[in-house]
């Protein structure tokens, strides 16, 4: 099936570049994590899909070594040489290009430089990862231009790689990764510490995955989430030398942890009990999407957002209200925070046939109570990335 591009991306790199044949496009999703929160540098389990918004990057291969680049986004164009890659303080957003052409070269590939338009319909700060869509989209772009053949793990991790070293951005590994391994309908299972992965149904006729984003973000996210992490590397070292066999929480069943958690302080207890039980809970969800019980792993979704509020403490006032509208309307199987917290989305399940009335009212309601419009955006579980010849 052929890629469908946006014609504003196609017809600002013939403005900017030339119509001249032929070129390519490489096509990469954003996407939402379903259930698995704050598990990931735990070495738990993530249970993301993509989601049908992309990051498009339309380019052509060019002689010499200067990279050319036009956003069609910020109307803004930027280039560098391959033989001298620094970060962009004036174009923050080819950062995640320059960034990837970094990696890959220190990896040993060897890169042929090329002219591209990039466009983007993943919302930037939402949650749904623009900026890893933005990277896979890159590296792809690079591969067909340099005609490299990299493994979709490894080209997962050098992505992530560049977001870590060069961005400045310490993401794990589930954006790259499910932007790359996705298939249309399906949720994907992410072990984080082996990156062994399992595509799950997700029958978006049946039910819609909607994301509210509640537009606050408290400043305290980033040192409280360094605490958080932190507070879970004291609870696996506590738990260890009690138990043969734990490096990190994800090595810690349920039993285990009740068993072993009066070794524990209060704050860490909490900590580590959200972790432990929510990758039980992800464990559970496989099941419930094998057999399309969306009721069951809608209260699974429930639950995570309560342990991540009352245990993890990452909630705040704007999400809590948020998933409380949801959670009351006609058709809510599920509503949770995704992400780190502290502002940012909520990600729900709602039956197909809610769908459109639950974002009228959920919307409304949460400006009437904070007087601040949220961005909804109703999501199917896409494919993920390609590069085609136009």
Same mark, same amino acid.
């Given at each position: ?13 013939? !403005?900017?570049?030339?119509? !001249?044949?032929?070129?390519?496009? *490489? ?9 698995? @929160? ?36 910020? @109307? ?47 919302p930037i700060g939402a949650g749904l990862s623009s900026s890893a869509a933005m990277e896979v989209s890159s590296a792809l772009a690079f591969c067909s231009a340099s005609d490299l053949e990299?493994? &979709? ?8 790689? &560049? ?11 589930m954006d790259q990764f499910v932007s790359l391994y996705a298939q249309q309908d399906r949720a994907v299972l992410i072990d984080c510490r082996s990156l062994d992965h399992r595509l799950l149904p997700m ?34 070292? &506590? ?52 057999? !399309? ?23 705040? !006032? ?63 579980? *896409?494919?993920? &990335? ?5």
């Amino acid at each position: 099936m052929a890629m469908n591009v946006p014609d504003q991306a196609a017809e600002a790199f013939e !403005e900017q570049f030339g119509a !001249e044949k032929p070129y390519f496009c *490489a096509r990469a999703p954003g996407r939402v994590n379903l259930i698995g @929160e704050h598990t990931d540098y735990n070495g738990g389990f993530v249970m993301p899909m993509a989601v049908d918004r992309s990051v498009w990057s339309v380019f052509r291969p060019t002689e010499g070594r200067e990279v050319r680049l036009w956003s069609v986004n910020y @109307e803004e164009e930027d280039s560098f040489s391959l033989d001298d890659i620094e970060k962009s303080d004036e174009h923050a957003w080819s950062n995640y290009v320059r960034g990837v052409a970094r990696v890959l070269q220190d990896a040993g590939h060897s890169l042929q430089a090329f002219e591209a338009a990039i466009y983007g319909n993943v919302p930037i700060g939402a949650g749904l990862s623009s900026s890893a869509a933005m990277e896979v989209s890159s590296a792809l772009a690079f591969c067909s231009a340099s005609d490299l053949e990299i493994p &979709a793990k490894e080209l997962a991790l050098l992505c992530q790689k &560049a977001e870590n070293n060069f961005v400045g951005v310490n993401c794990g590994i589930m954006d790259q990764f499910v932007s790359l391994y996705a298939q249309q309908d399906r949720a994907v299972l992410i072990d984080c510490r082996s990156l062994d992965h399992r595509l799950l149904p997700m029958n978006t006729d049946t039910v819609r995955v909607i994301v509210c984003d509640t537009n606050v973000h408290h400043e305290l996210g980033d040192s409280a989430y360094n605490e958080r992490r932190a507070s879970c590397e004291r609870a696996a070292a &506590a738990l260890g030398e009690v138990m043969a066999g734990v490096e990190q929480l994800r090595d810690v069943s349920r039993d285990q942890f009740k068993q072993y958690s009066h070794v524990l302080n209060d704050i860490t207890l909490k900590r580590a009990r959200h972790v432990v039980t929510e990758n039980g809970r992800v464990r559970w969800a496989v099941e419930k999407l094998e057999d !399309e019980d969306y009721e069951g792993f809608g209260q699974l979704m429930n639950a995570s957002h309560d342990s991540l509020r009352d245990d993890y403490e990452v909630s705040c !006032e704007e999400l809590d209200l948020m998933v409380d509208i949801a959670r009351a309307q006609e058709g809510t199987l599920g509503a949770r925070m995704t992400g780190a917290g502290f502002g940012g989305c909520t990600v729900n399940l709602v039956r197909r046939e809610n769908a459109e009335k639950f974002q009228e009212v959920v919307g409304q309601k949460y400006e009437e109570e904070t007087g601040i419009e949220p961005d909804i955006y109703e999501c199917r579980a *896409a494919s993920g &990335a390609e590069v085609e010849q136009m």
